[in-house]
Structure formats: structure tokens, C-alpha cells
């Protein structure tokens, strides 16, 4: 698994589908049931993700698919963060080390779920040793964590393609904040090109969050934690955003574009915001 740089490989044909909300009730009541470190392992026994969107980088030869990945798994064990057997809610995340390789469908795959740990992002997963990480990309990081999964956690049929392509630039920013010297760049395979294109519309959401120039949907108090993998395949980062936020005026801000990029984020009436 070593030595090359891999990442998502597609052995499926089979876009994610759209994610109900149903899970982030649970997902929310967990996150906050301790504040103190805590870790369990965790039995991952399918992966999915949208394989529209793709990216390259500097240190590897060929694209990569960029986009969030959902896994299904289940804890192992009873543990600090679930009973044996119980499904882990809503793990959805963000890889954070593209020098290994996960596949895409049935799997099982060992990881550890260390939420509760207060600061996961120490170092890159992209040289031998991992370079530390200053507060700062730690910041930028966290918020654009958060903010993908805040996005994803509202995605409906209606907003899918819409809430992909964020989600997807959103990947592509967290690699590139991660690792600065390698270039990362969004590419228009799969997108239809021109003014006004998807291509032209990735580009720019890629731009705006890889430079901080968009609205983050959490506040300084979200934090992310990781699953570490067991087995040698990649690791995630997955958001943590505190019940309560954002508050109704960021969602505003967001809901008209981050600065003008790009279109309206449609969201269901029923979603209750603020506490």
C-alpha cells in the first residue's frame, strides 16, 4: 500500500444517493454526549461516494475523485461511543491522506473512531513522518471539515447536484491547505466546460474555499475528529459541528453564495437551524 501515492479507486458505477436527514439527530446527540477524550474501534462494511467531481496533484501522475465519502459501519465492542454491533451514525468524511488507497462498495475495513480526542489534526498524512501542522491550516482545516458536513447533512434530491459540487471543491481545498507544496487543481472531466459551465462554477467554489474566501456554516467552537485506519487504507476527518449553529444570518450569507459564486442552496422548511 506504501509508495505510491493512491487514492480513491472506482470499482462501482453507482453515484452515492441522497441522504436524508434522519441520521444527523442521532449523530449530534452522540458527538455531544462527552466532551472527553474517547476512542472505539469501529468495523466499516461498505463505502460510497459521488465520482462526478475529480482533481489532480502535482505528486501523483493521473486524476483522483474528489468528494466526501459515507461510510456504513458499525462499533465493535461497547465502548465510550456505542454498543457492539450498534450502527455508527451518519460517518461521513474527508480524506486527509491521499498516499493511501480505500475501495469504493462492500467492504471490511477495521478503523479507529477517536471522537472526543480535542485536537486530531496534528500532522499531514502525505510524507513518511507527517509534517506538523501550524494553527492556522488546523483552523482552515476544521472549518472547511465542518462546513462539508453541514452541507452534506442538508443535502435532498433537490440540491444533490448542487451540494456534490461544493462538497467536491470542499475535498480538493482540504488537500491543498493541508499540503501546500503540492499543487492541487480541480479538472473539468466528467462537467461540461465554457462561461457559466459546472466546470467554471467547481473552479471557482475550489478557489473560494482553498483561499477562505466563503462563509464557514460552523463557529470556533466545532471541532472534527478522525477514524484512523487499521488496515493501511486512507484516513478521514469527519465534522463535528455543535448543535445550535450556524446561526440564521450565516445560513443567509451561505444561501446567497458565497460571495456571489455560484447558485442558491435549497434546504427543506422542516430543518430546524437555531435551538
Known sequence: MFGGLVVFKRDTKTARRALGLAAAAGFAALSMASQALAAQEIHITNV??????QATL??????????????????????????NGAAVPDLFGFC???FHEINLGAQSLFYMDNQGDP?????????????????AQKTAMTN????????????????????????????????????????????????????????ATYQSYFNAYKTGAYVP?????????????????????IGWPIPGVPEPSTWAMMLLGF????????????????A
Open 119 to 135: 485536537n486530531p489534526l496534528t500532522i499531514d498524512y502525505h510524507t513518511a513522518n507527517g509534517t506538523v501542522l501550524t494553527n
Open 96 to 98: 486527509i491522506d491521499i
Open 144 to 199: 472547511l471539515i465542518d462546513t462539508g458536513f453541514i452541507l452534506h447533512q442538508h443535502e435532498t434530491v433537490a440540491n444533490y447536484a448542487e451540494t456534490e459540487m461544493r462538497i467536491a471543491a470542499i475535498q480538493a481545498a482540504i488537500w491543498q491547505v493541508e499540503v501546500p507544496a503540492v499543487t492541487v487543481n480541480v479538472i473539468s472531466a466528467n462537467l461540461t466546460t465554457g462561461v457559466g459551465s459546472e466546470f
Open 259 to 274: 460571495g456571489g459564486l455560484g447558485a442558491m442552496l435549497r434546504r427543506r422548511r422542516a430543518v430546524a437551524l437555531a
Open 58 to 83: 502535482s505528486n501523483f501522475n493521473g486524476a483522483v475523485y474528489s468528494n466526501g465519502v459515507q461510510f456504513t459501519a458499525t462499533f465493535m465492542g461497547n465502548g465510550p461511543l456505542g454498543l
Open 217 to 237: 456554516l460552523g463557529d470556533a467552537n466545532d471541532r472534527v475528529f478522525t477514524i484512523t485506519s487499521l488496515n493501511g487504507n486512507q484516513n478521514f476527518a
Open 48 to 53: 460510497q461516494m459521488d465520482t462526478k467531481f
